[in-house]
């Protein structure tokens, strides 16, 4: 799941913030403001029910992330930092001195919708990078099984027992791919492709090994 909403403050003082879903974000933002020293450096990760309330102090700013806590830690500060360059880039750091609560809704709350979108879409392409990353692990697996076949002359009944267990292997990463399908229609074709002509490269392979086994290709 996604970053769900985001802010930037001066001390305790929201100055933007922006959510891209419906909830009670701003008081528990409240509360983690007056917890927080935004004098000095800092990164640090909140768990509350069922989400992380990440936070990034810097030059008298706090900049806070809440997203599902499934949501990879490492994009959620690789965007608190990218808001942070873009602040501080600009001419709003110098005003926020004296700004009054929710001042920059205007000029930055599209900044962090903006950023919002595009580090969620970044989990979906992580999402598609372990898949694909899972499909090669099962082609190894594979090939390292029918060269284990080759080296002790496995007999014909384990052989078979081997190839159910990889055409299931199989069928349960199509699942996986089937379900991601929902967001990332275009790519996980890629990935449902893969799958298919991995499993029929690992079937012809299989096959040309048991007919070499039961002598198919001797002449007679």
Known sequence: MPILYSSVARDSTVLADHADVVGNFEAAT?????????????????????????????????????????????????????????FFSGTLSQRAYNAKPYEFRRDFSPILSSCITQFNKT??????????????????VMNQNIEKILERGENLEQLQQRTS???????????QAVRLRR??????????????AATIIIIAIVTVVVCWQEGVFKKK
């Open 183 to 196: 967001k990332m229609w275009w790519q996980n074709q890629k990935v449902v492709v893969s799958l298919i």
């Open 30 to 86: 409240q509360q983690i403001l007056d917890r927080t020293d935004s004098s000095k450096f800092s990164r640090h990760t909140y768990s509350v029910n069922q989400y992380n309330y990440h936070v990034l102090t810097k030059q008298g700013f706090t900049f806070l992330a809440i997203a599902d806590q499934d949501f990879p830690m490492r994009i959620s500060f690789a965007y608190l930092e990218k808001v942070g360059e873009k």
């Open 165 to 175: 267990e990889l055409n299931l292997n199989a069928n349960r990463f199509q699942s």
């Open 123 to 140: 989990r979906e392409v992580d999402n598609m990078s372990e898949l694909q990353g899972q499909v090669e692990d099962v082609k190894g």
